[in-house]
């Protein structure tokens, strides 16, 4: 099993940053080449949305277009870490964020929840105006 835990939500102004990680632990699959992080972000009454993804080893990084250019996603390959740092934070921005992983995830399927095996429990992330 894998376990995801996120944290570094919280209550922001519009304009301003937050910092979300999410900590891998559990079975190792980090060796596996097509091994792929992900954030989503759902809000009441609505599908949950993809964010942005990562494959953990290149690196290579993709983004939704509403978040293209304010938020960027990192990896600390020595803590087992996925960050995402958002800028310029908006009101839509408001959510709750998940962090999902997955070892065999291939690209096309990057931006589809349904193709993550693990989750994390969600931080809220509430962006006032």
């Known amino acids: 099993q894998v376990q995801l835990v996120e944290s570094g939500g919280g209550l922001v102004q519009a304009g301003d940053s937050l910092r979300l990680s999410c900590t891998a632990s559990?079975?190792?699959?980090?060796?596996?080449?097509?091994?792929?992080m992900g954030w989503f972000r759902q809000t009441p009454g609505k599908e949950r949305e993809f964010v942005s993804a990562i494959r953990w080893s290149s690196g290579h990084s993709f983004y939704a277009d509403s978040v293209k250019g304010r938020f960027t996603i990192s990896r600390d390959k020595s803590k087992n870490t996925v960050y995402l740092q958002m800028d310029s934070l908006k009101s839509e921005d408001t959510a709750v964020y998940y962090c999902?992983?997955?070892?065999?995830?291939?690209?096309?399927?990057?931006?589809?929840?349904?193709?993550?095996?693990?989750w994390g429990q969600g931080t809220q992330v509430t962006v006032s105006s």
């Open positions: 999902a992983a997955d070892p065999t995830i291939i690209q096309s399927s990057l931006f589809d929840g349904r193709h993550y095996d693990y």
């Open positions: 559990g079975r190792s699959l980090r060796t596996a080449g097509s091994y792929a």
